[in-house]
């Protein structure tokens, strides 16, 4: 291979002379709901495996956790997507998910769930890690805007993904849950036949390593290490511990659900627009005023009852998950030779951030309560405003 890096073919010049290409990322916005909708399915299947194959509630923990085990070769995925063309990671990812992810009803034994785990969690990262390049290579000079299209796919699938699991296993049985694949091998072959006469080609006559990518680009990685610590206590409150949190306060099931539709369709918004506004006003600009709205409304729905706080928790949702593709488009424009390694790394910083803190916020709740849990969890997302000054400004 010449000393090129290749990331896809003559769209790198296109995007150039063309700018946002809107039909190309919202191809990509799609593929992502699609992957993302099976990569969501282990969550509202779990019972039905527990009650299968005899599982401890240890066991079943445990398949969550080697699902996202491939995360921490992230930087490693992304040096090799900058050897080769990442449009072939892309087109495969949602099949092998799709395939792995179909296959769990099946599972004859616990092994064999572990293997399916472990093949969706490869996928999910072969998929991750690069696509996001691709994105920002096809929306020209407005790379906020691009990573907003595509993170809006993946928090749609999110709200989607659980219903669409249920919905099929009442329609087809456990036993025939494998047929749901065939939406996610036709998503690769139509990312195939879309993009596989397209390439974009960065030219560039050196590739950074993973530990020379991280030393060019160390004022950007350790405030973000920072930045997405203090907002990973925010995030685990939300995400896994709200309907537990409402439930708890309320005694009402039903609201704690609603609650966390409520909290997703609002960062469903918030990712459609904060990411554009990325573009027009300045990544650390359109931060600062996320991360300091979002532990500021934490803060107003802990202290605040009943139906008011439904507001609060629209301006959680709403300023607390827009702030990724902010971050997205920020490491990529600071990328240099090696877009997809330079992913990869901010990739495992997320994943061990958020797999870490989720334990810290359980282990709170247990010993003093969720509500002082969400407390301390607004205070350490308050810490991470300071951190927001050392981005770079443009």
Known sequence: MSSETTINARQSTASTKHGFQTGQVLALSISHFIHDVYSSFLSPLLPLLIEKLSMSLTQAGFLSTMMQLPALLNPYIGKLADRISVRYFIFLAPMITAVSMSLIGLAPSYAMLLILMLIAGISVSIFHVPSPVMVARLSGNHKGKGMSFYMTGGELARTVGPLAAVGAVLLLGLEGFYSVMIVGIAASLWLFFRFGDESIVVRHHHRSSIRETWREMHSIFLPLTVILSCRGFMHASMATFLPTFIKLETGNLWLAGIALTVYEAAGVAGVLIFGSFS???????????????????????????????????????????????????????????????????????????????????????????????????????????????????K
């Open 279 to 393: 573009d027009r006003f300045g990544r650390r600009k359109v931060l600062l005023i996320s991360l300091t709205g979002a532990p500021i409304s934490l803060l107003l729905f802990v202290g605040i009852g009943g139906w008011f706080r439904f507001p609060a928790l629209i301006l959680i949702g709403f300023t607390l998950l827009s702030t990724t593709p902010v971050m997205l488009a920020l490491v990529q424009e600071h990328a240099g030779n090696s877009p997809a390694t330079a992913n990869g790394i901010f990739m495992m910083i997320a994943f061990m951030a958020r797999s870490a803190i989720v334990v810290v916020v359980g282990f709170i709740g247990d010993l003093i309560g969720l509500q002082a849990a969400y407390l301390l969890s607004a205070v350490f997302g308050l810490l991470a405003i300071p951190l927001v000054l050392k981005l770079p400004e």
